[in-house]
């Protein structure tokens, strides 16, 4: 012979909004088309599967990188970058300082030296050694 259940105690206003649950949830089950209702069930089975794979595998990694090792060189990592960055900005402001003061870094190559530039001759009429006469403005000077 099958064993009873225990009745469980509760108040009696709990037991029977608890009865009243369970009637309707009984009662929606049997609206709900079977075919629907494995349907459903299946996807979330295979949503439960897909999150608590995905949580074993975060955990995984939050184990792995926890190590005082891994943490170690994950800071060197970001160390080496910001000196990479550093080192790039460093570099830049070296060469503009070269260029404003006439040194050219090792990497450029050096322009070739200008030739001086000949001194304008003018005309001899404009010259005031050559005796000729300047006219500035209408006023005549000698």
């Not at 299946?42 to 190590?67: M, V």
């Amino acid at each position: 012979m099958a064993t009873r259940k225990r009745t469980s105690r509760r108040s009696s206003l709990v037991g029977r909004a608890v009865k009243a649950g369970r009637q309707a949830l009984r009662e929606a089950e049997r609206r709900v088309p079977p075919d629907l209702r494995r349907q459903v069930e299946r996807r979330l089975k295979d949503a439960d599967k897909t999150a608590r794979a995905a949580i074993k595998q975060l955990q995984t990694q939050a184990r792995k990188a926890s190590t005082r090792a891994d943490v170690n060189s994950v800071l060197k990592r970001i160390d080496a970058s910001r000196t990479t960055k550093a080192a790039g900005t460093a570099r830049r402001k070296a060469s503009a300082k070269a260029v404003s003061t006439g040194r050219a870094s090792t990497t450029r190559r050096r322009a070739a030296p200008r030739k001086p530039r000949p001194a304008p001759v003018m005309p001899e009429t404009m010259a005031p050694e050559a005796g000729g006469a300047v006219e500035m403005g209408g006023t005549t000077e000698t």
